[in-house]
T-cell receptor, first 113, second 110 residues
């Protein structure tokens, strides 16, 4: 079945560490997105990519980095510069034309210990 | 940027009741989507509805673009409808990413 796979489901980070969250899709979608969700809040856009080898900052990009070397993959690195990284991270992809619509992964819950 | 406001923030229903969730947005949009987030965090796209009315089973949605609001109707609610409902619109015409409202948290009690 087509979909988006995020891993790991839970991740614990020590202060000062960089960690990378994985997002893989087999939907053949060009556009992919990373969102952050804090408890009781909506989703905020971190980074997005409309096409391979290109990505743009969202509203809260500071302390995060991404790459888009393959159409299927859009990993997010949470760097030590992100001062408050504890949150729920969601990856999404979007089709085009008649296939339009957001598909979300099941999320990664990151906790700083 | 565009503002998205949802109401009510919280809603408790008895199973079988109907409800209406509202989404107001501050600027004209060409794209509006409703999502349901279940208690485990999974987000499901319910409707892509920039204007007009759509129905899918017990759920329906109406967007009045000229008046900048959208409504999500849930009829004969079930406990599985519990979770958070978000509406989302593009922040501007330059990108396809969505700006999400803060959501309506729905709890359906048996």
């Amino acid at each position: 079945d087509g979909g988006i796979t995020q891993s790991p489901k839970y991740l614990f980070r020590k202060e000062g560490q960089n960690v990378t969250l994985s997002c893989e899709q087999n939907l053949n979608h060009d556009a992919m997105y990373w969102y952050r969700q804090d408890p009781g809040q909506g989703l905020r856009l971190i980074y997005y990519s409309q096409i391979v080898n290109d990505f743009q900052k969202g509203d809260i990009a500071e302390g995060y980095s991404v790459s888009r070397e393959k159409k299927e993959s859009f990993p997010l690195t949470v760097t030590s510069a992100q001062k408050n990284p504890t949150a729920f991270y969601l990856c999404a992809s979007v089709g085009q034309g008649r296939d339009y619509g957001y598909t979300f992964g099941s999320g990664t819950r990151l906790t700083v210990v | 940027g565009i503002q998205v406001e949802q109401s009510p923030p919280d809603l408790i229903l008895q199973e079988g009741a109907n409800s209406t969730l509202r989404c107001n947005f501050s600027d004209s949009v060409n794209n509006l989507q409703w999502f349901h987030q279940n208690p485990w965090g999974q987000l499901i796209n319910l409707f892509y509805i920039p204007s007009g009315t759509k129905q899918n089973g017990r759920l329906s949605a109406t967007t009045v673009a000229t008046e900048r609001y959208s409504l999500l109707y849930i009829s004969s609610s079930q406990t599985t409808d519990s979770g958070v409902y978000f509406c989302a619109v593009p922040p501007d015409t330059g990108r396809r990413a969505l700006t999400f409202g803060s959501g309506t948290r729905l709890q359906v009690q048996p």
